[in-house]
């Protein structure tokens, strides 16, 4: 007789150590959310801040932070403001996405080097779809032309929008990222000083901000209250408080408004699939972004 003893083996749960790279990342939730959907995947998942600010570092020295990262065994980075156009020159290979976008947001570690994408722009227009479905997309202005500012435009001409409108402080930057939308044939450009912002706001559809104004480490708002109304909708890229200035002025006006939340959730859906190769589940992981905005994170 062949006695069959039972399995019991431990399975070794896969482990991953992620880092988000920036300044001001004190407040984020990004660390929380993912270090989430890593338990309920059965994953050890270690997700740590490299905030720049205290590491005494400028954007310019991203790339030390990369080669830190690499040999201490992390298996990718996010990387926020102010380092996502910068990270560009101290990477192997840059996904086709990101280098048309010229930003990177998610930095993955494997054969063929430090790899990076861009999720900004999946992240912005699944958030939209399901924020304002249904709004007027004909003329919309863009303010802020850095790395988000660059997901947000071409995210942009996904859903569709006729003439894109791109102010920035830095006017150079707006016009490049401009030229660069309207080579690609799926939009009409514009581009208006930031002294124009707000008269520009009573003609056209919607306002996306995509500048840190408005963040924790930057309070504020980019435009006047006055200056919104009922006939524009707003959406703003901070999550961080989820009611900034600008939010909370946009809807004390009557406009339409989109927070941040729902792109910092769905830009770390696709980073976690890219770092981790599997699949997450995004409403579970909206449910933990809701969880912890509720409990004051």
Known sequence: MTLTLPDTRIPVAVSHLVGLVGTGIGPSLTPALHEREGDAQGMRYLYRRLDLDVLELG??????????????GFSGLNVTHPAKQTVLAHLDRIDPDAAVLGAVNTVVFGPDGAVGH????SGFARSFRRGLPGVPVDRVLLLGAGGAGAAVAHALTDLGVGELVVAD????????LAAAVRDTGRASTSVVGIAE??????????????????MAAHPGSPVAADALHPGLWVADVVYRPLATTLVTAARARGARVLDGGGMAVFQAVDAFRHVTGVEPDAARMLDHFAALVAAGA
């Not at 030390?64 to 201490?72: E, F, G, I, P």
């Not at 861009?118 to 722009?121: A, K, L, Y």
């Open 169 to 176: 402080v830095d006017r150079s930057r707006a016009e490049t």
């Open 59 to 72: 954007a310019h020295d991203v790339g030390r932070v990369l080669d830190a990262a690499r040999l201490t």
């Open 118 to 121: 861009n999720t900004d722009r």
């Open 197 to 214: 912002v707000e008269a520009t706001l009573r003609g056209v559809d919607g306002l996306v901000h995509a500048t840190p104004t408005g």
